[in-house]
């Protein structure tokens, strides 16, 4: 088994590379029958789905649009240390298709605050794909309509995901190694 460290921690392959592409192959396909006269508008939130979103992009063949976000915690006097708000969208997004990527979602929470967001601001339809879900930590009721893999709970980096911003690099998904 292929190790590494990140920082100090040791980390073993998970997820190769191959297997990622194989997947997200797979989801692109789906996309590119379901979104064929749509032009859909895909979100990608940064920083850890930019692989995902690369490499998704790649592999659809529909006329479509991309931009990105990003999430931040509130500053000052309102932070309750959870809520988050969302920066950087340029773009209109009423009444487009939107299709949200995100690398990972673990309790939900993040992606619930984005998909608020966007609602608010009347798109046509909304769909979310990420490539990593931990079904066990999920607490919201999410409808979550591309998923690449279900992994269980231990803690990933690599393909975008960072340790303290390290790893984002790596082109397979390491699992943090047991002490
Ligand atoms: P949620 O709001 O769903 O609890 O958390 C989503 C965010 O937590 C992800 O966008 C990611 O930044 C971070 N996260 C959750 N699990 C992991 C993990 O196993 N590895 C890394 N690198 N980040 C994670």
């Not at 797979?26 to 690369?54: H, R, T, V, W």
């Not at 999410?142 to 980096?157: A, N, Q, S």
Request: proline content about 3%; aromatic content about 10%.
């Amino acid at each position: 088994m292929e190790t590494i460290k990140v920082r100090d921690k040791e980390f073993e392959v998970y997820l190769e590379e191959t297997k990622i592409q194989q997947r997200i192959a797979e989801i692109a396909q789906d996309i590119n029958e379901e979104y064929a006269s749509k032009n859909p508008l895909f979100i990608g939130i940064l920083n850890g789905s930019f692989m995902f979103a690369s490499d998704l992009m790649k592999a659809v063949n529909v006329p479509s649009e991309i931009a990105f976000i990003r999430m931040a915690s509130y500053k000052g006097m309102e932070s309750t240390g959870n809520v988050k708000q969302v920066l950087g969208l340029q773009e209109n997004v009423f009444g487009r298709h939107l299709i949200l990527l995100e690398d990972i979602v673990d309790s939900g929470l993040t992606m619930e605050e984005v998909i608020k967001f966007f609602q608010e601001r009347g798109p046509k339809s909304i769909r979310i794909a990420t490539l990593l879900l931990k079904p066990e930590k999920l607490e919201k009721d999410l409808k979550l309509d591309y998923v690449g893999f279900e992994i269980p709970e231990k803690f990933v980096v690599g393909y975008g995901l960072d340790y303290n911003g390290h790893g984002r690099n790596l082109k397979d998904i390491y699992q943090l190694k047991e002490a």
